[in-house]
């Protein structure tokens, strides 16, 4: 009797401890191991950039716009393409550069603009033509 209620015992020892003691610390582990675990994953702070050159007889305006809570672009040079066929230095004013867009006032009318954009440590070249816009990013 004495080994019959022993393997009984052990038997109820091993039940209890798979039914309830295993299940108990899985769950534990599994909903601690996915608490570490960020519900929503970190957004890239790369933006986009639309820059758009308006061009109206006697007012000609570049405005360089970003998406809204990324770092802004810097305007490093403005070229426009010659007669020449050459890309020159584009006398260039700035508007508003402490706003969303940014406006640069373009002196002398031309049909196309070559930016050189400085975002996130990086060089950009945008060409863009007259009346269009050019996103980047």
Known sequence: MKGLSDVIGFVIILALILIVIIPLLL???FSYSN???SQTPPKPSLGVINVTYVAKPGN????VEY??????????????YSVKGIWV??????????????????EGPTNTLLVELSY????????????ASVLVG
């Open 120 to 131: 996130l440590n990086q060089i950009y070249y945008v060409q863009v033509g007259a009346n």
């Open 60 to 63: 000609e305006c570049l405005e």
């Open 67 to 80: 998406t809204p809570g990324t770092p802004s672009p810097t305007v490093v040079a403005i070229f426009n």
């Open 27 to 29: 769950y534990v582990t």
């Open 35 to 37: 608490s570490l675990i």
């Open 89 to 106: 230095n584009a006398n260039y004013a700035v508007i508003s550069s402490s706003t969303n867009p940014e406006k640069y006032s373009i």
